[in-house]
């Protein structure tokens, strides 16, 4: 069926970079867009940027143009997002959404802590 | 970038009764809006696409309706799996921006 599976939960300390996988399955992965959304604590979803899986082109939030890279390999069938610049703000739980929003990841826990 | 206001940010209703969310747009977005359920520790489900289409599996006593900038959100009889948080999501414009949520608890 399709689905979307994330890696593990990360602990990074403030200044670190993270890299979340999403790995797709059940459909053709270079037909779609794959977003980023993260959740803080309390905070409501938060959408991070979108990769085309086909081309690679990206299109990223204005709040963390400079601090997000989104990439893939498509002969995983997986897209990547990468944060730098890591600060406890950032402390979330973060998803994979594709197939025009329709099916997400389990979700990554990251945490940023001295 | 659209603000969406979702209200009430938390609702509290028996079992069976009829559950009624709002998500109001800053500006037109025709209908491409979305509707989740949350559940603690889980990725939002959507339920409904395009404000008013039912999402395959998902029991026909949630529904959506709306366009524009007014949308609503139904549950006709809340049973109690259906506590979790609820949010709209609007994808006319980029960004993409959700709502603050609605909680529903059981009375």
């Known amino acids: 069926q399709v689905q979307l599976v994330q890696s593990g939960a990360e602990v990074k300390k403030p200044g670190a970079s993270v890299k979340v996988s999403c790995k797709a399955s059940?459909?053709?992965?270079?037909?779609?867009?794959m977003h980023w959304v993260r959740q803080a604590p309390g905070q409501r979803l938060e959408w991070m940027g979108w990769?085309?899986?086909?081309?690679?082109?990206?299109k990223y939030s204005q709040k963390f143009q400079g601090r997000v890279t989104n990439t893939r390999d498509t002969s995983a069938s997986t897209a990547y997002m990468e944060l730098s610049s890591l600060r406890s703000e950032d402390t979330a739980v973060y998803y994979c959404?594709?197939?025009?929003?329709?099916?997400w990841g389990q979700g990554t826990t990251v945490t940023v802590s001295s | 970038d659209i603000q969406m206001t979702q209200s009430p940010s938390s609702l509290s209703a028996s079992v069976g009764d009829r559950v009624t969310i709002t998500c109001q747009a800053s500006?037109?977005?025709?209908?491409?809006l979305n509707w989740y359920q949350q559940k603690p520790g889980k990725a939002p489900k959507l339920l409904i696409y395009?404000?008013?289409n039912l999402e395959t599996g998902v029991p026909s006593r949630f529904s959506g309706s709306g366009s524009g900038t007014d949308f609503t959100f139904t549950i006709s009889s809340l049973q109690p799996e259906d506590i979790a948080t609820y949010y709209c999501?609007?994808?006319?414009?980029?960004?993409?921006?959700f709502g603050q949520g609605t909680r529903l608890e059981i009375k």
């Open positions: 395009d404000a008013s």
């Open positions: 500006q037109d977005i025709s209908n491409y």
């Open positions: 959404a594709s197939l025009y929003w329709r099916v």
């Open positions: 990769i085309n899986a086909g081309n690679g082109n990206t």
């Open positions: 999501l609007q994808f006319d414009y980029v960004p993409p921006t």
């Open positions: 059940g459909y053709t992965f270079t037909n779609i867009v």
